[in-house]
């Protein structure tokens, strides 16, 4: 089974600028999550998607934002960005069972620089 | 509030026994997770317990005690590849089922 990809890897922009990050879950997850990892501030949750739908929310502002397609894709849309959104985006799949060990399958990253 | 806490670093020797502390406050609990996380690379998961107890797979070992809202990840004859960022994650049962993380444990093995 292939595993969680991310697209892009890499990625620069500048201050005011928008992104669009892409994640492509483990074939048959329904559930997919995106978070957020900085230095000292370890993986801070973003948002879960599950069967087209936002399920859960964290605590960052509105420039944030994500939306998941029928064949389960996600993308995650931050906009007018800022130096402290320099960070590794990560996201997770799992099959969206919830209230168990839902097991996260994580992808590579995209590491974002805002300069 | 929700929070977890854990050591910020580790060192440790090849071969030596290390232990890796996490402390929760959340509203809800569904059970506590641990992931290792090498640079570059995607975290992956190492275990869960939802149950007071050790569970035990391979050299890696976590536990939980519900009643002190503690668990700890054991990690046995250390080996370089083992030099990674540990998170612990508790899926909180009163925030929708959110899974929440730690800050993450940066352990380094020395030779």
């Known amino acids: 089974k292939a595993g969680v990809t991310q697209t892009p890897r890499y990625l620069i922009k500048t201050r005011g600028q928008q992104v669009t990050l892409s994640c492509s879950p483990i074939?048959?997850?329904?559930?997919v999550s995106w978070y957020q990892q900085t230095p000292g501030q370890g993986l801070q949750f973003l948002f879960e998607?599950?069967?087209?739908?936002?399920?859960n929310k964290g605590n960052f502002p509105g420039r944030f934002s994500g939306r998941q397609f029928s064949n389960s894709r996600s993308e995650m849309n931050v906009s007018t960005l800022e130096l402290g959104d320099s960070a590794l985006y990560l996201c997770?799949?799992?099959?969206?069972?919830?209230?168990?060990?839902?097991?996260?399958?994580f992808g590579p990253g995209t590491r974002l620089t805002v300069l | 509030g929700q929070s977890l806490e854990q050591p910020s670093e580790v060192t440790a020797v090849e071969g030596a026994i290390v232990q890796i502390n996490c402390t929760y406050q959340?509203?809800?609990?569904?059970?506590l997770s641990w992931y290792q996380h090498h640079d570059g690379g995607a975290p992956t998961f190492l275990s869960y317990?939802?149950?007071?107890g050790l569970e035990e797979t391979g050299r890696f070992s976590s536990f939980l005690s519900r009643s002190d809202s503690y668990g700890y990840l054991l990690l046995q004859e250390l080996q370089m590849k083992d030099s990674a960022s540990y998170f612990c994650?508790?899926?909180?049962?009163?925030?929708?089922?959110?899974?929440?993380f730690g800050q993450g444990t940066e352990l380094s093995v020395k030779p």
């Open positions: 317990n939802a149950l007071d």
């Open positions: 994650a508790v899926r909180d049962s009163n925030q929708g089922g959110k899974l929440i």
């Open positions: 074939s048959g997850h329904r559930s």
């Open positions: 959340t509203s809800g609990f569904y059970g």
């Open positions: 998607y599950f069967s087209e739908t936002q399920r």
């Open positions: 997770a799949s799992s099959s969206g069972t919830s209230g168990s060990g839902d097991t996260q399958y």
